[in-house]
């Protein structure tokens, strides 16, 4: 029995460091993410996890090995206030912010949005 499992295991590949060879995908990524963060009872907790997957995803290999895994909780849970607000901020760009998630608002809007401003501040 223990011949046929390891025999069914995919061999690992010595050319290359094992922490590259174990992959996660944004499927996976985003619910253990979910259940190893404080974030996770926020409104818009999903959507950042899946924004912190495509920072550090490279576009060559569809996922994260476990190196980079463990450097983006690191970064999440445990860097300095800096390195997370950095964090944050490119999670709000792209590649990370997709083309569909940005919403601008219309100029009418912003100008609208300035004038009341003002107008309470006098």
Same mark, same amino acid.
């Given at each position: 029995?223990? $011949?046929?499992?390891?025999?069914?295991?995919?061999?690992?590949?010595?050319?290359?460091?094992?922490l590259?060879?174990?992959? /996660? %995908?944004?499927?996976?990524? #985003?619910?253990?993410?979910?259940?190893?963060?404080?974030?996770?009872?926020?409104?818009?907790?999903?959507?950042?996890?899946?924004?912190?997957?495509?920072?550090?995803?490279?576009?060559?290999?569809? $996922?994260?090995?476990?190196? %980079?895994?463990?450097? #983006?909780? $690191?970064?999440?849970?445990?860097?300095? /206030?800096? %390195?997370?607000?950095?964090?944050?901020?490119?999670?709000?760009?792209?590649p990370?912010?997709?083309p %569909?998630?940005?919403?601008s608002?219309?100029?009418?809007?912003?100008? $609208?949005?300035?004038?009341?401003?003002?107008?309470?501040? /006098?």
């Amino acid at each position: 029995m223990t $011949g046929s499992f390891l025999s069914a295991s995919p061999a690992l590949d010595q050319t290359h460091h094992f922490l590259s060879q174990y992959k /996660i %995908d944004e499927e996976k990524f #985003v619910p253990l993410v979910l259940a190893l963060s404080p974030w996770s009872g926020g409104e818009h907790a999903e959507l950042l996890a899946r924004r912190a997957f495509r920072v550090f995803n490279n576009a060559t290999d569809s $996922g994260l090995n476990f190196k %980079d895994f463990t450097i #983006v909780l $690191g970064l999440m849970f445990r860097a300095e /206030i800096a %390195d997370r607000l950095k964090l944050l901020f490119a999670m709000h760009q792209p590649p990370a912010l997709m083309p %569909d998630e940005m919403d601008s608002p219309s100029q009418e809007t912003r100008k $609208g949005k300035l004038l009341e401003s003002s107008y309470t501040t /006098i």
